[in-house]
């Protein structure tokens, strides 16, 4: 077992002040995540921990996180709908989302029913890990905001910036870019961005670079 999870079982992901305290969220899921922590490890996936939580890995490859949330707990498959999903137990983390799916938990007898199943669906997401398939995601399923459209027509280098980024920061920088209800916030967020864009970065490169 991994000492870096021992850790987060303990403490919770030290993102935010409340780690290590007895308001932390992981403290109300212990118990579920200690059986999910076990379950998934008896189906033979390697474990680390990455953004902070439990990751499990197969030939290095991401398969599931394990997470707490303030209502409830989860595993996530990160090819998750490429899974049959034959109980259809499997639901999309945001509307969103086009590959992760998770199941919820809200209580320890409720994994403790679907042990068996929830083993049948970790060895399936690591058979599709092994044939190579991949989600095709589709570009830019949100409408790019007209603040960027203006923007790209103010200055073509961040426009070309942009279209060389991974379809997957692409997708995150116009989600972040539309969330914002006032046209005057989409602009700001563009601004603040506009540099990491030139420079090939995604939303989260800064912070992912800072874990390492």
């Known amino acids: 077992m991994n000492k870096t999870v021992d ?64 209502t409830y707990c989860a595993i996530s498959f990160f090819k998750g709908a490429l899974l049959a999903d034959k109980n259809e137990l499997l639901e999309k983390p945001g509307k969103y989302s086009q590959s992760t799916r998770l199941i919820k938990f809200t209580n320890l007898k409720e994994i403790q029913n679907i042990k068996a199943i929830l083993k049948t669906y970790i060895f399936e997401a690591v058979e599709i890990e092994k044939a190579g398939l991949k989600v095709e995601f589709k570009k830019n399923p949100e409408p790019v905001p007209a603040e960027l459209e203006n923007k790209f027509e103010e200055d073509l280098s961040l426009k070309n910036a942009f279209e060389a980024l991974t379809p997957g920061r692409q997708r995150g920088y116009i989600l972040y870019f539309s969330q914002a209800k006032q046209a005057k916030t989409r602009i700001a967020r563009i601004e603040k961005c506009t540099e990491m864009i030139l420079n090939g970065k995604g939303l989260n490169d800064n912070y992912k670079s800072a874990k390492r």
């Open 7 to 70: 850790n987060y079982l303990l403490n919770g992901c030290e993102r935010c002040s409340l780690g290590g305290t007895p308001d932390c969220k992981v403290y109300q899921w212990t118990s579920e995540l200690d059986l999910l922590r076990k379950t998934v490890l008896e189906c033979g996936l390697n474990e680390d921990c990455k953004w902070g939580v439990p990751c499990y890995t197969y030939r290095g490859n991401n398969i599931l996180l394990i997470s707490a949330f303030k």
